[in-house]
């Protein structure tokens, strides 16, 4: 199929885009990647009037500051790759950028772009609710920063409103020493995930000092196993039983059944992807890889 | 309503006339007559419809034409002209690389720079590395094997002519 008509805006500069975005309100939608977007015009369940092309905007750029590193709404998958502030920061994510679409959906979409889209399992939002990033919205009203956690409301729904644009992602830097690891499986190399979790691991050599995890696939937003997080932290590193640990996310995880996959089985398997991320995460810890 | 563009496609100029909602592959298709870009699925799982834009790999059912304006575009024409005698086109008939043909021009764009780059490097990659370059695009003839014996062979011979490698 092919999109219904829009009319095409190319911004120049970010108060450009904004005020488009607030011209048209609900009929506008800002494109980047387009890797998530077009295919959604394409089969006519998203048919924007207005599209407002940001790729142009001065929104590229990864940096940082004493506590945070600051994701441009439009850097590109690619880019976590080979940049030395993720693999000494977030060395989690870099993991799970493997895992997103193909190289060239990877050269081409944009974290605005997929955190925008909110598929249920996409690889950068279970990212920004294990980091608790902070995304920054931007309207001609100003500025807001939302919670990942509270950004993302459900299946491809966010807190974006009409007139505004997603500029920047804020992650909080770990303090002190700290691993990251994610797995995930899914039909086919770079599909949708059926299940996927991912793990930051902040610790001091012997003891855990924070535990953080990220569930994909249990829910239509990803999740956070608090409890689980709660009841690690203070713990040697050797109390860490990955294998207990894969079952109680099990028990507590109630997924849903569809056509890829029946509800038992996602729910075995974010336990045992679970049970494989706490495991290398805690070997990595305790230096033994 | 239309707008104006103007792209470069396999170095020729065109000044088209398009609306928005256009797709690349239909404007390349259709207005260009380079019918070597094919659209399987129109929304990205396929890769079929993969072109260079600014010299880089993009799914051109995921590109509006109107957002190409003043940009440069190579599609599966610009390797080896309908007789196919780019190396790596060689490589595919040599291997079994395609049987109904439907995806190859797909499938040459995406691996076409990988090819390149590799042998830049001098290095032969790990035959997951190949799969993993070419997981964008989907065959359902070859079952992928002949296909990762063609870019196999053509590093290889990219290696040798340039005295590196093997």
């Known amino acids: ?289 | 309503m239309k707008n104006k563009i103007e792209l470069t496609v396999n170095g020729k100029g065109h000044a088209l006339a398009v609306e928005p909602r256009r797709l690349l592959a239909d404007v390349l298709r259709e207005d260009c007559g380079l019918h070597g870009v094919h659209i399987g699925c129109a929304h990205g799982a396929c890769g079929c419809c993969t072109v260079h834009v600014d010299g880089a790999p993009r799914l051109s059912c995921l590109t509006f034409a109107v957002q190409c304006d003043g940009k440069t575009i190579e599609t599966v024409e610009s390797l080896g002209g309908t007789d196919a005698t780019h190396p790596l086109q060689q490589a595919f008939r040599k291997h079994h690389g395609l049987q109904c043909g439907y995806c190859t021009p797909g499938f040459l764009m995406a691996l076409v720079p990988f090819v390149d780059a590799k042998v830049r490097e001098g290095t032969m990659p790990p035959e997951a590395e190949i799969r993993d370059a070419m997981s964008g695009n989907i065959c359902r003839c070859t079952g992928y094997q002949g296909i990762v014996e063609a870019v196999q062979d053509t590093i290889g011979q990219g290696l040798r002519s340039q005295g590196t490698g093997q």
């Open chain 1, 1 to 289: 199929m092919r999109p219904t008509e829009f009319a095409y805006h190319r911004a120049e500069t970010i108060e450009h885009a904004l005020a488009l975005l607030a011209e048209h309100g609900e009929d506008g939608r800002p494109i980047s990647g387009g890797q998530s977007l077009v295919p959604m015009m394409n089969l006519r369940l998203a048919r924007p009037a207005h599209l407002v092309d940001v790729n142009h905007l001065d929104m590229a750029r990864i940096e940082e500051d004493a506590d945070t590193i600051r994701i441009g709404a439009l850097v590109r998958h690619e880019t976590y790759l080979t940049h030395p502030l993720i693999a000494r920061h977030l060395p989690a994510m870099l993991e799970a950028v493997h895992w997103i679409g193909h190289p060239t959906i990877r050269r081409n979409g944009s974290i605005g772009g997929s955190l925008c889209h909110a598929d249920p399992t996409a690889e950068l939002a279970a990212m920004a609710v294990l980091h608790d990033a902070r995304i920054v919205l931007a309207s001609t009203g100003g500025r807001r920063e939302v919670a990942a956690v509270d950004f993302l409301k459900g299946a491809y729904v966010t807190d974006v409103q009409p007139g505004e644009l997603l500029v920047e992602v804020i992650f909080p830097k770990p303090t002190g020493p700290h691993v990251g690891t994610f797995d995930e499986v899914g039909e086919r190399l770079g599909d949708f995930a059926i299940g996927s979790f991912g793990v930051r691991l902040e610790h001091d050599g012997t003891r855990v000092r924070r535990l953080a995890t990220v569930c994909g696939g249990a829910r239509m937003v990803p999740i956070r196993m608090t409890e689980l997080e709660a009841g690690a932290a203070g713990q040697p590193l050797s109390a860490l039983d990955p294998v207990a640990f894969g079952q109680k996310v099990t028990a507590m995880v109630s997924p849903s059944g569809d056509f890829r996959a029946s509800a038992e089985y996602r729910r075995n398997l974010i336990g045992e992807l679970a049970s494989r991320t706490l495991q290398r995460a805690r070997d990595q810890a305790m230096g033994m890889k």
